[in-house]
């Protein structure tokens, strides 16, 4: 049973739009999110996270929303850029328990095109 | 700081063979995690450890299995290789692998092809 779904396989932008990456969860018990960015051959690099505590956070052109009662979580890139374009996971951690795993969605590929 | 390093890169193998992986972390973190990717499944949780003890374990068959040394470097090995094991295995560590609390460095992956 996926945890974490990232329905989206695939996102082609324009370069200046924005980009908006979805994911959802279907776990109540995960209270902290992350996206990471993975190019080919490279492993994943963090890119923001955010605690269930709040319901925006923002990093320069990233933003990610969260909406609890949704169980729902997006992330914004304002403006997109070709060196955006890469797959992009979404994760969630119960940071209250003793489980020190990250649940990831199986990602979407974001192309940015110049 | 040299980040997470992952040998080898590429591996081919044949179906019942065994394979190693090595993973060396960050200097200084003592938690290594580690994931499989695959285009169906995206990024699996396998197991972390830290401080040379397993510390927490996903849903994979007992084939997979692994090992942490003193020195924090990690080790994973996969029994019986079956062609659904290929896959990019990843590599990630932390300071205290705390989940969420810390953020994890991943390497570049051991691509395995099992054939």
């Known amino acids: 049973d996926q945890q974490v779904k990232q329905n989206s396989p695939s996102l082609s932008v324009q370069e200046g739009r924005i980009s908006i990456l979805n994911c959802d969860y279907t776990n109540s018990m995960f209270d902290y999110f992350l996206w990471y960015k993975k190019y080919p051959a490279e492993g994943p690099t963090f890119l923001i996270s955010i605690s269930s505590i709040k319901d925006k956070n923002e990093d320069g052109r990233f933003t990610v929303f969260l909406n609890k009662s949704a169980k729902h979580l997006s992330l914004h890139i304002v403006p997109s850029q070709p060196g955006d374009s890469a797959v992009y996971f979404c994760?969630?951690?119960?940071?209250?328990?003793?489980?020190?795993?990250?649940?990831f969605g199986k990602g979407t590929l974001l192309t940015v095109n110049p | 700081k040299a980040g997470v390093t992952q040998t080898p890169r590429y591996l081919i193998k044949t179906r019942g063979q065994q394979v190693t992986l090595s993973c060396s972390p960050i200097?200084?973190?003592?938690?290594v995690s580690w994931y499989q990717q695959t285009p169906g499944q995206g990024l699996q949780f396998l197991f972390e450890?830290?401080?040379?003890?397993?510390?927490n374990k996903g849903n994979f068959p007992g084939r997979f299995s692994g090992r942490q040394f003193s020195n924090s470097r990690s080790e994973m090995n996969v029994s019986t290789l079956e062609l659904g094991d290929s896959a990019l295995y990843l590599c990630a560590s932390s300071l205290r692998g705390q989940g969420a609390l810390e953020t994890q460095y991943f390497g570049p992956g051991t691509r395995l092809l099992v054939l």
């Open positions: 994760a969630a951690v119960n940071s209250g328990g003793s489980n020190y795993k990250l649940t």
């Open positions: 450890y830290f401080s040379e003890t397993q510390r």
């Open positions: 200097s200084g973190h003592r938690s």
